[in-house]
């Protein structure tokens, strides 16, 4: 499992291990980690659908007013120029290149 997804509740650990495995990218695909902030420190979600404009997620630790300790699970709906996200490695050979690009950066 160790080579599928980092383990850690360390979002930044998280990022530099999906760059350092090849699997960063900047556009999402459902299932994707979504890691917020450049330096990739601020959050994390899930994404579970998108459109041009936006990416919808499973949040944890979340709230509607952006508190730093929001205390919910939330599904949210970001604007996509937020966020990096990351692509786990999956049977179906999904990887950062085949995620989706049409709101390009």
Known sequence: MASLYPRTASV???MQWFKNA????????????????TSGSAHTS?????????MYTYEGNTS????????KVMARKRARQDECSSLPRRHT?????????????
């Open 64 to 71: 509607l007013s952006n508190d730093a300790n929001g205390n």
């Open 12 to 14: 930044y650990t998280a």
């Open 93 to 105: 050979g999904a990887t950062p290149s085949r995620a989706d690009r049409s709101a390009g950066r």
């Open 22 to 37: 090849g699997r960063w990218g900047a556009y999402p695909a459902i299932g994707c980690q979504v890691i917020y902030g």
């Open 46 to 54: 899930i994404c579970y659908a998108y459109d041009a404009t936006y």
